[in-house]
């Protein structure tokens, strides 16, 4: 079996724009790497066959047939390199960033998945060659290829790397109560949420730190993440991953980081410790 492995993220920052007529939302987005990691194992099958290994909660929204993306990457991966008739493959995939939790779990697992696949079928494409395989599956696959820090515009799927902002340990409140990234956007979309899009100086200052246009929508969904987000477990306000619900705090060193969690996890929730990652999907 031939592994690779991507790694979760956080958008520390996040502006999305009005509703195009293609039905996709502009974005400006600093995305960053966390290293929390996604480990997926691919090797010949009789047929299309996804397996997980977590312990983490809300398992049952991974998809197990043929729409788990990374059977999505896989063919389309096929499809971009004249393969009609693609030799079916078993996926086993080793989570370790939240499901449904807004920090691009299912795109790194895609990530991974392309990477392991481009070895295995002795493609020899190169990262930039799999990142544009990668906006055909989902706007955060090509940012879990590429990794690191990077700000993204149009749908996300337009890179640049960035110079990294952040140095401090973060801390993610994992919410059980998943929320559909579809669904987030559809009530932001009825909450006409949409804004005029411009760029930040991200180095400099902080006051840009942890904006994100779908809160608002989020906490609409799901009001007591509204309230978890203003409750004080030393680690400042929390801030919403992506679509949510995932929270993430940032800390000011790891003691300060450590004592958040333990708060977090003595009120009942479970809690991660992360940190920023220059990393991106690699074999391993």
């Known amino acids: 079996m031939i592994w690779a492995a991507a790694q979760g993220k956080v958008n520390l920052h996040f502006q999305v724009g009005d509703l195009q007529a293609d039905g996709y939302h502009p974005v400006v987005s600093l995305y960053q790497a966390l290293d929390l990691e996604e480990r997926v194992g691919v090797e010949v099958n ?163 730190l942890g904006k994100n246009s779908l809160a608002r929508a989020a906490f609409s969904l799901l009001p007591e993440l509204n309230e978890l987000s203003q409750q004080d477990f030393g680690c400042g306000e929390g801030l919403l991953s992506g679509s949510g619900p995932t929270l993430w705090y940032l800390a000011k060193d790891r003691l300060q980081a450590e004592t958040c969690a333990a708060n977090i996890k003595a009120a009942g929730y479970q809690a991660v410790l992360a940190n920023p990652s220059p990393l991106g999907s690699r074999l391993i």
């Open 46 to 208: 009789e047929n299309w066959r996804v397996e997980v290994e977590s312990q983490l909660p809300n398992l049952g929204e991974i998809p197990l047939d043929e729409t788990n993306l990374v059977v999505r990457a896989a063919k389309a991966l096929a499809q971009s390199v004249g393969i009609e008739n693609p030799q079916p493959m078993r996926f086993v995939i080793q989570k370790q960033v939240p499901v449904a939790g807004g920090m691009a779990g299912g795109s790194a697992d895609a990530a991974a998945a392309l990477t392991a696949l481009n070895q295995a079928w002795c493609l020899g494409l190169d990262q930039a060659e799999l990142m544009k395989v990668g906006a055909r599956i989902g706007a955060d696959v090509p940012f879990a290829i590429l990794g690191g820090t990077a700000l993204g515009s149009d749908t996300g799927i337009e890179l640049a790397p960035h110079p990294q902002v952040i140095s401090e340990p973060i801390v993610l409140l994992i919410n059980n109560k998943p929320l559909s990234t579809k669904a987030v956007f559809q009530e932001f979309d009825r909450l006409d949420l949409g804004e005029e899009l411009s760029v930040p100086d991200f180095r400099s200052g902080r006051d840009w």
